[in-house]
């Protein structure tokens, strides 16, 4: 077993909530002096009592703060690649803005060996009329390389960026995709020991995503640590050995990455949902649910249920479901009306819509379902815009590998169809006698 | 790739990281390690600020020469202002020098945490590069300035005697309290936006506390030392004594003005060393 390179301890972050507001006036702080200089003290204290135990955090706990991160421990191993997975809010990125000294602790801490370097967003600080070669130097700089170190691998920044031609126009000439090649090659480049990676793929097209992933892959071949957070499970799982899953700045789940997905996947089928209202329904539940496993998957069945709440009388219930990518393209979309009528529902009367969907033509990543309540008879559709996100977990369609968001989202029944030239024997004849 | 720096070397650094501490510590060796960073943040901000301008550099110069003008024409000229006998043009701008200096580093570095927020939320490096770099960046401006000046005074049949070796000195003295003020003042922005609307009115105000268009003779002697705890008072005087060879009253200004400073600078490192801790979170 290789040795441990980074050890958190109990690592906790409190927001107080309202402090992140864009900015204090003098007057808001003046006119509260005595009441905040009496909190701020009582804060400091507690700050500093770095031994302060559970019952210590709880007191201080009041509505207006929230525990971004609540005692979180781990161990990472030189060269393991951990995966962080977790819902929006579950304090993935406060972890990784802690371990890349970003911000500090409320309490805990963490050791870390080696340098880290981090890769929180592409083109930290790029500026728009600087050229591209200058761009270089300066992202370089502030992602904390040497000049010495980007000169020796000038070259070979631009060529994995494709933009040897514009390497000394200004940025801002540039298109979005150029831009973010740029950025991402200065970043891939960083080679510090540990490397900290928070959902930097987003960016880019597919092409240049799966360019990205395979220097991730390399990376992790040459010993390094890296940390990865991602919402994109696919790339998530081609990356990763190991992984942790946070949910309201708990780790919940811990091991190898494959069984943290899974889990993570069929519960984010069972999630709560909270209620949604439009001017004539309250939606109380959405829900996608795999008929057969735990987990969606490509080409298996999956209902869709949606519970309303009729707010008023409505002569003729409708709904609409709509299916998108992450990047709300929509794919599908499916009408009850189409399907069957249903009967008038009083007000306060609670019901369900839903379908059941044979193969589920989707690949592996993350949906959302957009959803429209209709009274048909009042011709007013009121849409409740895209409520329900679900993830369709990678499957090897055609029975051989996974197929990831390379493939697109949609799954193909497929069969290969092959017409290889028969091969005759007077041709065989005729190119012997011209060989001879 | 490169196999040798993927190997773990044995001596790698140990860091901890913890809540915040009350009385940090400034890392002046960590800051050192930095200076590259520094180098190219001054360097940005020198690059492109006369991009898509018609004169260019040639803004570094305009602006300190018809503040010339302007104060040769009303104070020297119709206020008779006295210049302890010196051609009131030459006795201003060596003034205005360390003065463009001073007030562009001032208003610079105190929006230089504010207006570098993209990077404090998505990077580490020690915060201090930030408003430090910010004040550097006036300092090309100046020395362009200064040629300027010399120029001036040869023209006016003036000769800067053998005091000129103390300039650095006060070109030093004079960064010293821009940042002492712009560390301050950056890091209460952070906090407090009022401070944006302060900046203005505050370099105003000073440019009248600082013997600028007047010489600090007409201080009365016994407020001379009150007077001198504006450490500008004593960069501007410090200036004139350099370069002309002739100040109406330097002496003790000058320890009271350099003490000022060094007490304002020492506060302001730590004093934003406190307030970075937190910086992210409430930018």
Known sequence: ?436 | MDVLNSQPTPSLPLLRIEPSHRWPSIDFRELWEYRELLYFLTWRDIKIRYKQTVLGAAWAIIQPVFMMIVFSLFFGKLAKVPSDGIPYPVFAFCALLPWQLFAHAVSESSNSVVGNQHLITKVYFPRLVIPIASVLTGFIDFLVSLVVLIGLILWFGLVPGWRIIALPGFILLAICTALAVGLWLSALSVQYRDVRYLIGFLVQFWLFATPVAYPSSIIPQQWRAVYALNPMAGVVEGFRWALLGRSSALGSMLWVSASVVLITLLGGFYYFRRMEQEFADIV
Request: aromatic letters at 8%; a neutral charge; glycine letters at 8%.
């Open chain 1, 1 to 436: 077993m290789s040795e441990i390179v980074i050890r958190a301890e109990g690592l906790s972050k409190r927001y107080t909530l309202g402090q992140r507001e864009r900015y204090t006036l003098l007057r808001d702080v003046i006119s509260e002096a005595a009441s905040v200089s009496l909190s701020r003290l009582r804060n400091s204290l507690s700050r500093t009592d770095r031994n302060g135990s559970a019952a210590g955090q709880n007191k201080s706990d009041g509505p207006e703060t929230i525990w971004a991160l609540n005692d979180a421990s781990f161990e990472i191993r030189q060269g393991e690649i951990v995966g962080i997975i977790g819902p929006n809010g579950a304090g993935k990125s406060t972890l990784v803005k802690i371990l890349s000294r970003i911000t500090k602790p409320t309490k805990g801490y963490v050791e870390i060996e080696g340098r880290v370097g981090s890769l929180l967003e592409v083109g930290t600080g790029f500026h728009p009329e600087l050229s591209g070669r200058e761009n270089i130097y300066l992202n370089a700089a502030i992602l904390g390389m040497r000049k010495l170190e980007v000169a020796r691998k000038f070259d070979e920044i631009v060529s994995f960026a494709e933009i040897e031609k514009f390497i000394d126009t200004p940025v801002k000439r540039y298109s979005s995709g150029m831009y973010v090649r740029l950025a991402f090659a200065v970043a891939a480049h960083l080679e510090t020991e540990i490397l900290v990676i928070d959902e930097i793929l987003a960016v880019g097209d597919a092409q240049f995503q799966k360019k990205c992933l395979s220097k991730l892959r390399q990376v992790g071949t040459e010993g390094r640590t890296i940390l990865f957070v991602s919402h994109n499970m696919a790339a998530v799982r081609g990356v990763c050995e190991t992984g942790f899953e946070l949910n309201q700045g708990r780790i919940v789940a811990k091991g190898e990455i494959n069984c943290v997905i899974d889990r993570y996947l069929a519960q984010m089928i069972t999630r709560t949902f909270i209620d949604v209202e439009t001017p004539s329904f309250i939606i109380n539940d959405v829900s996608v649910n795999p008929l057969n496993s735990d987990v969606i998957k490509t080409f298996e069945s999956v209902e869709i249920k949606v519970v309303l709440t009729a707010k008023r009388d409505i002569g003729d219930p409708g709904m609409y479901v709509g299916i998108l990518t992450s990047e709300n393209a929509r794919i599908a979309g499916i009408d009850f009306k189409d399907f069957a009528s249903v009967p008038p529902i009083k007000v306060g009367e609670r019901f369900e819509l839903g379908f059941l969907i044979d193969e589920l033509p989707l690949l592996g990543g993350t949906y959302q379902l957009e959803i429209h309540v209709k009274d048909v008879s009042r011709h007013k559709i009121e849409r409740v815009g895209n409520v329900f996100q679900f993830e369709v977990a990678e499957t090897s369609v055609y029975g051989g590998r996974k197929l990831d968001a390379w493939f697109g989202s949609v799954g193909l029944k497929a069969t290969a169809v092959q017409k290889l030239p028969s091969v005759t024997s007077e041709m065989v004849q005729s190119v012997e006698s011209q060989v001879s």
